[in-house]
């Protein structure tokens, strides 16, 4: 969902398809789902606000990649701990963050501590509440980096 959510969300600041500037890939920690496509509930949840997620399909990161990524985003701090273990100096240096982490509007009485609550095998609602989190997340990280000094989106002087 993260993916998708993200990826539109740097088209509409206009960084998507700057080649070498912004790229967004998915990959899970675990090995559970790899190949599998995106779960039912959460390409029911994407069709429903118009997004498409049928071309989605489950990998696992691999801690060499991790060293080749200026930004990695984890979902919760689960995750965040096991991209941390995998690569002590990218998460020392800030370059492995929460997603939640960029939404301006994240205060320090969340009710997720920061978290996007992994809403598989829930009800309806749980995805609901997951895009919803993802999207406040995904749009504050594409303000961030279309801000950034030096990255200029076509359109943009």
Same mark, same amino acid.
């Given at each position: 969902? !993260? ?56 990998? *696992?990161? *691999? $801690? ?17 701990? %096991?991209?941390? *273990?995998?690569?002590p100096a990218a998460q020392a ?10 939404? +301006? !509007? ?10 996007? $609550?992994? +809403?598989?095998?829930? $009800? ?22 279309? !801000?950034?000094?030096?990255? %200029? ?5």
């Amino acid at each position: 969902m !993260a993916e998708i959510v993200l990826g539109d969300e740097l088209a509409r600041a206009g960084l998507a398809g700057l080649a070498g500037v912004v790229s967004v890939e998915s990959a899970g920690t675990g090995d559970w789902h790899v190949g599998e496509r995106m779960d039912g509930a959460a390409r029911q949840e994407l069709a429903r606000r118009g997004y498409d997620g049928s071309a989605h399909r489950a990998r *696992q990161i *691999q $801690p060499s990649w991790l060293a080749g990524y200026d930004l990695v985003v984890a979902m919760d701090r689960a995750n965040l701990a %096991t991209l941390g *273990q995998m690569d002590p100096a990218a998460q020392a240096e800030g370059r492995i963050r929460l997603l939640r982490s960029f939404d +301006p !509007a994240l205060s320090g009485n969340d009710a997720y501590h920061g978290d996007v $609550p992994d +809403p598989y095998g829930g $009800p309806a609602s749980d995805f609901e509440l997951a895009f919803d989190l993802v999207r406040d997340g995904a749009r504050g990280l594409a303000a961030q980096l279309a !801000a950034l000094p030096g990255v %200029t989106a076509p359109g943009r002087a």
